[in-house]
């Protein structure tokens, strides 16, 4: 069983920084891709960023490229969102999950991840 905690949300304002962490147990952590999804009230869950096991390919959603960073420490069994440049519309609950499959692919419906933390709420003041 694969449990995935994720940390790091708060309130800060338009134009601020937070760094959100995912900490994952079990020992299959480093064979998964890890992604980020968010949801607004009222909003369907949508994808933010994804990263392959190894940490060296990502992709993003449109709305937070250039402004969020997706990184891992498999030694850490820790997945991380760097989010700068923050904007009101970014504020959310922000899950973090494992892909349902190894290997590498263009993931970016909820389906296709099998494990799901508890969610961060990250609010963004104007």
């Known amino acids: 069983q694969v449990q995935l905690v994720e940390s790091g949300g708060g309130l800060v304002q338009a134009g601020g920084s937070l760094r959100l962490s995912c900490a994952a147990s079990g020992s299959t952590f480093s064979m998964y891709a890890m992604g980020w999804f968010r949801q607004a009230p009222g909003k369907e869950r949508e994808f933010v960023a994804a990263?392959?096991?190894?940490?060296?390919?990502?992709y993003y959603t449109d709305s937070v490229k250039d402004r969020f960073t997706i990184s891992r420490d498999n030694a850490k069994n820790t997945v991380y969102l760097r989010m700068t440049s923050l904007k009101p519309e970014d504020t959310a609950v922000y899950y973090c999950?494992?892909?349902?499959?190894?290997?590498?692919?263009?993931?970016?419906?909820?389906?296709?991840?099998?494990?799901w933390g508890q969610g961060t709420q990250v609010t963004v003041s104007s």
């Open positions: 990263v392959d096991w190894i940490g060296s390919s990502t």
């Open positions: 999950a494992r892909a349902q499959t190894t290997g590498w692919g263009y993931r970016v419906q909820p389906h296709e991840y099998d494990y």
